[in-house]
């Protein structure tokens, strides 16, 4: 990722005007630039991401801020996990050769009032539950873009309807940035990584791979023909039989637009996904694959 020693790594910049130099500078030499937008509490599925970047450009940026604007005054961001120290380690084990790590005050200095919404796709699923949540990370990804203008951003599909909100934001306002999804990386027994697992209490842990079970599960059932609706109804109480409550959604939507659809299209290049958010004790568990 970086000529750089790996003990040089990774410089850390905490305003826009160094990154931004950082970037020109490796432009001037002709290298291209990846960006990976992260709120840190690192984990493998956000390293997967920076290798990802790494095979797609010269360099990587890794940014790590901990957005307040798509925080609900009911939600975590007080105690959402800060660990700069260890995300830097990781991040140097990794080799990606820049951190934008901004404060608050940098990313929204007095007086700032500008905030973006993308219509459609941030409606419904998260975006029911989380009302402007949407509106925070659209306003903030597109500033980490302009700000860095990267040749690739790179987001994991975990987040599957966050990827889809910054896809059409990008494309909506002419960002000339290419938005490209990272596979969801998962334990072995199925739960997809999360720096919020680590709130899971030891048998709220063991439970919790019944989330991805029980999407896999009604994929199946789907794919083989069985009606959605009722595969739907069966999946989420399933998922209140083990425990979940309560289950938020657990719905097929347009894999492109998010649209709820009723049966999958048999015409190529219209695939499904099935999504799912549900709480286990106090932690709230999201997840997604293909149908």
Sequence with gaps: MSDLPSSDLPRIVRTIAELRAQVAAWRAEGLSVAL????????????????????????VVATIFVNPTQFAPSEDLDSYPRREAQDVAALRAAGVPLLFAPSVQEMYPQGFSTTITVADVSEGLCGGRRPGHFAGVATVVAKLLLQALPDV?????????????????????????????????????GLALSSRNAYLEPEERAIAPALHRVLVEVAARIGHGAAPAQALADGMAVLESEGFGPVEY????????????????????????????AWLGKTRLIDNIAV
């Design 36 to 59: 990976v937008p992260t709120m840190g509490a690192l984990h493998e599925g956000h390293l997967s991401l920076m290798r990802q970047g790494a095979q797609m450009c010269d360099r």
């Design 153 to 189: 951003a790179i987001f994991g599909e975990k987040d599957y309807q966050q990827l889809q909100v910054i896809r059409r934001m990008a494309r909506d306002l002419d960002i000339p940035v290419r938005i490209e999804g990272g596979e969801t990386v998962r334990e072995e027994d």
């Design 250 to 277: 657990l719905e097929l939507r347009d894999a492109e637009t998010l649209a709820p659809i009723s049966a999958l299209d048999p015409a190529p290049g219209r695939p499904g996904r099935l999504l799912v958010a």
